[in-house]
């Protein structure tokens, strides 16, 4: 059973920073593109960033210059660092693979989410 699980969350002052960890576990082939997505209060899940298995990136408008996607392909992980955060990046942030099974199965997976909370 393939599952991620997020770290890092919690509550940041405007203007401070926070690391997010996700760390992918069970049996599987690869891992393919890994990503953060976020889910305000109200309002639907929406991309923050994406990482392929070579590294290259994308991010939302809303979090390019102060966010930062990163993986390690041998601990099977990625990270998001955020800085400069504000109170409008308030949500839960989830974690998302495509996970290869198998040389020829692949399947999206999605973490439990964690929450942000940014408020003086």
């Known amino acids: 059973q393939v599952q991620l699980v997020e770290s890092g969350g919690g509550l940041v002052q405007p203007g401070g920073s926070l690391r997010l960890s996700c760390a992918a576990s069970?049996?599987?082939?690869?891992?393919?593109?890994m990503g953060w997505y976020r889910q305000a209060l109200g309002k639907q899940r929406e991309l923050v960033a994406t990482i392929t298995s070579v590294g290259t990136t994308n991010y939302a408008d809303s979090v390019k210059g102060r966010c930062t996607i990163s993986r390690d392909n041998a601990k099977n992980e990625a990270y998001l660092q955020m800085n400069s955060l504000k109170p409008e990046d308030t949500a839960v942030y989830y974690c998302?693979?495509?996970?290869?099974?198998?040389?020829?199965?692949?399947?999206?997976?999605w973490g439990q989410g964690t929450q942000v909370t940014v408020s003086s």
């Open positions: 998302q693979a495509n996970i290869r099974s198998t040389v020829y199965t692949a399947a999206a997976y």
């Open positions: 069970g049996r599987f082939f690869s891992i393919n593109t």
